[in-house]
Each structure stands twice: as C-alpha cells, then as structure tokens.
T-cell receptor, first 117, second 112 residues
Framework: AQKVTQAQTEISVVEKEDVTLDCVYE???????LFWYKQPPSGELVFLIR??????QNEISGRYSWNFQKSTSSFNFTITASQVVDSAVYFC??????????????FGQGTTLQVKP | DAMVIQNPRYQVTQFGKPVTLSCSQT?????MYWYQQKSSQAPKLLFH???????NEADTPDNFQSRRPNTSFCFLDIRSPGLGDAAMYLC???????????FGPGTRLTVT
C-alpha cells in the first residue's frame, strides 16, 4: 500500500540555520511522482517541486534543495539559511502512476517549521 | 494574478442547511480536485473531475456532491452539513493527472 511518512511533526530553528525535512515513502509502483508543498498560515498550498521515479537527480532552487534516493525511499528537503518567511507546514506527497492514475496525492502528515528571528 | 480562485473565502452555514462552494481557474487545466482539510491534518481528497468525467473517492460521504459545468468552474455542494463538516475546503487543478496540482486559497467552512 502507498504511504508517505514525515517523522518530524515540528521543527524549530533560528533564522539563518539550515534545516532538513525528512520524507520517506512506500509504494509498489515502479512509476510514481513525488512532490513537496508549502502551506503558510494563510492556508494556500504552494507547489514547490515534482520528481518522477526515474529521475534521481538532486535539485537546487535558490535556498531550497531536494535529495531523492530510491535506495532508501526518501525524498528529503533542505532549506539553507532559513528565513522567518519559511515558517509554514510542509507536506511531502506521492502520486502513483497505476491504480487508475487518478493523480490522487497521498500526503504525509506534514512538518510544521518555525523559523525564529 | 490568481489562477485558482475560490469563493467565498469564509462561509458560515447552519446545521443541515445546504451550502455551495465555488472554484474557478484560469489555467485551462483538464483536472479539477476538491480536498477537505481539517485542523492539523493533511488534505483529504473528496473527488475530482477529468474533463467531464467525475471520480468519487470511496470514502467520500454521499452528503458531498460536485458539479463541473465547464472547464473553468467546479462546485462543491454539501447537502446537509453537519458539525463534522467544518473544515477548510481546497480546490486544485492540474494539466493532467500525475502533474503538479495548483491550489486555490481555500474556503473555510463553519457550521453552527
């Protein structure tokens, strides 16, 4: 069965610290897609990244970077030099290509990141 | 410019009184989704449309219905809201299934 686990419920850091949010997934599909979304206090989910299962290249976008490792079924997210505006709930999610391919996002429980000034 | 718009942002309804939430998109995406999100939980998919094809999640209560009259608009109808239906309702769109979903700001529903 498909599942996404974000073991860190809450993380608190001081501004300018680096922080890594962990994500571990389970799926039997060989083709799948992984996502990260940010949900600030305003409530809107903001798309950050999509990765397909055949692309294990790490990605960097400004202060954000993602490490995808199929061997450990992990898709971790690192924020470098964190800022107060990074404070939000971050969701890791999985979409399986099979199972009727509905595009249903299987979300992790979310990690609440608090960045203190 | 907002690409996925939800109205209203806040809705108060009475127990048992039907309510409709609306979502519109300017992205011309094929797929539209409705999620329910309760406090401190991840969003839960209720149903989605691929073009005009409606797909209901197995555990979505019959109390929840949806309409998609055209590509741009999608509605969520709650026929008889209960106190347990108080939540944030999120609309999302996607060009194709398995592509990234773009979310609206949500409608926070209160049931009194």
């Amino acid at each position: 069965a498909q599942k996404v686990t974000q073991a860190q419920t809450e993380i608190s850091v001081v501004e300018k610290e680096d922080v890594t949010l962990d994500c571990v997934y389970e799926t039997r599909d060989t083709t799948y897609y992984l996502f990260w979304y940010k949900q600030p206090p305003s409530g809107e989910l903001v798309f950050l990244i999509r990765r397909n299962s055949f692309d294990e290249q790490n990605e960097i976008s400004g202060r954000y970077s993602w490490n995808f490792q199929k061997s450990t079924s992990s898709f971790n997210f690192t924020i470098t030099a964190s800022q107060v505006v990074d404070s939000a709930v971050y969701f890791c999610a999985l979409v399986e290509h099979g199972s009727g391919n509905t595009g249903k996002l299987i979300f992790g429980q979310g990690t609440t990141l608090q960045v203190k000034p | 410019d907002a690409m996925v718009i939800q109205n209203p942002r806040y809705q108060v309804t009475q127990f048992g009184k039907p309510v409709t939430l609306s979502c519109s998109q300017t992205l011309n995406h094929n797929v539209m989704y409705w999620y329910q999100q309760k406090s401190s939980q991840a969003p839960k998919l209720l149903f989605h449309y691929y073009d005009k094809d409606f797909n209901n999640e197995a555990d979505t209560p019959d109390n929840f219905q949806s309409r998609r009259p055209n590509t741009s608009f999608c509605f969520l109808d709650i026929r008889s809201p209960g106190l347990g239906d108080a939540a944030m309702y999120l609309c999302a769109t996607s060009r194709q299934v398995s592509y990234e979903q773009y979310f609206g700001p949500g409608t926070r529903l209160t049931v009194t």
